[in-house]
């Protein structure tokens, strides 16, 4: 298995990024509306040589992890954790991690995962939304009404089941992009390493 971490890794494309020098006006405007609106990385870079797509999942990608109401954004970073952990894509568990720590300012869960996996002790409502989200990656096809129950055991609507199945849904796609375009690497250290 892959070394887990809840400290950010970079991710280092196996494709050339585009060159914003040599961008096109509609590749441009694709890259406007980045994931989590932060900087302009390797990865939109990489995803940038196909604008129409780019700008298609960004907004979507958006819409499922930053959503202003229903599931909060914590559980939508647990389940894309889950997610990311059981496809193998360390990159995109690193990240979700980071910013579920962030968010909870609980590090200990994320140590949990980290060390115990999907089998982590977790709160009721914590493993709920784990356990659905391990089942929703390993069996989708085995998803059914009794798997809701426990998350609206724990509290859960509808609509909170919904955005935690979107999440969850997103990373499956976007870790097998992800790891067909390249690999996770350790930061860059900054300054003079001796």
């Known amino acids: 298995m892959r070394d887990f971490t809840h400290g950010e890794l970079d991710w280092r494309p196996w494709l050339a990024p585009l060159d914003l020098n040599t961008a096109t006006e509609q590749q441009l405007v694709a890259l406007k509306v ?7 990385g ?3 870079l990489v995803l940038a040589h196909d604008p129409e797509a780019l700008a298609e999942r960004s907004p979507l990608y958006n819409g499922i992890m930053f959503g202003p109401r229903g599931l909060p954004r914590a559980d939508r970073e647990l389940g894309a954790v889950a ?3 059981i496809n193998g894509c360390a990159y995109c568990a690193s990240v979700h991690a980071l910013r579920f720590t ?5 590090p200990e869960v994320m140590e949990r995962i980290q060390r115990d996996g999907i089998d982590a002790a977790l709160d009721p409502r914590r493993k709920a939304v784990l356990d659905y989200a391990a089942k929703l990656t390993r ?13 609206r055991a724990q509290g859960l ?7 935690l199945t979107h999440a969850v849904a997103m990373f499956a796609w976007a870790n097998r ?10 930061p860059a250290r900054k300054g003079n390493p001796l």
Do not use: C
Request: aromatic share 2%; hydrophobic share 40%.
């Open 157 to 163: 609507s509808d609509l909170e089941i919904l955005d």
């Open 102 to 106: 962030q968010l909870t300012k609980e």
């Open 177 to 186: 992009l992800m790891q067909t375009l390249g690999e996770p690497a350790a």
């Open 42 to 44: 390797a990865y939109s």
């Open 83 to 85: 997610a990311s952990r």
């Open 34 to 40: 980045t994931p989590s609106n932060r900087t302009v």
């Open 139 to 151: 069996d989708p096809v085995a998803i059914g009404p009794a798997d809701a129950s426990p998350l």
